[in-house]
């Protein structure tokens, strides 16, 4: 078993994420002594070993409690209920790619029209750019 400071030292995290992850349901500690330390099993620090792997590669807290709740159930649960979580996540990831790039697009054109001199800012193309109304970022986005 493992206190709540130990627990957090071993996967280098703060005391204050794990009481975080409680409150937000994702972690439960198996036990509180009675002296009031949230005690944690191994079987807990395989859950917040979880947690923190997919937070790392981009889930969400709530995407995370939902893999989690399948792996709890996992016996009445299908494979197919994992595929459809990660396979959201990675429809998100892959339009903010294609939003990231439009605006690298949008960027590349406005830094390619400007001479970047010495010269007044009075007629700065970039500026110029971002004051016309025919000029828009976001339109490139919504293309289907």
């Given at each position: ?12 995290v ?24 949230r ?90 750019a ?15």
């Open positions: 078993m493992y206190r709540i400071g130990e627990l957090a030292k071993q996967f280098d703060n005391t204050d994420t794990l009481r975080y992850y409680e409150k937000e349901g994702l972690l439960v500690p198996s036990s509180v002594a009675s002296n009031g330390y005690m944690y099993s191994s079987a807990d620090a395989k859950t917040l070993g979880v947690i923190l792997r997919a937070k790392a590669i981009g889930f969400s807290l709530s995407e995370i409690k939902t893999l989690l709740s399948i792996e709890v159930d996992k016996a009445n649960k299908e494979c197919l209920d994992v595929k459809l979580v990660v396979d959201d996540k990675l429809a998100q990831v892959n339009a903010k790619i294609e939003e990231l790039q439009t605006f690298q697009r949008s960027l590349k054109r406005l830094s390619d029209a400007c001479c970047g001199g010495h010269e007044s800012a009075q007629d700065c193309t970039i500026l110029q971002l004051e016309s109304e025919s000029f828009t970022i976001l339109s490139e986005c919504h293309h289907d």
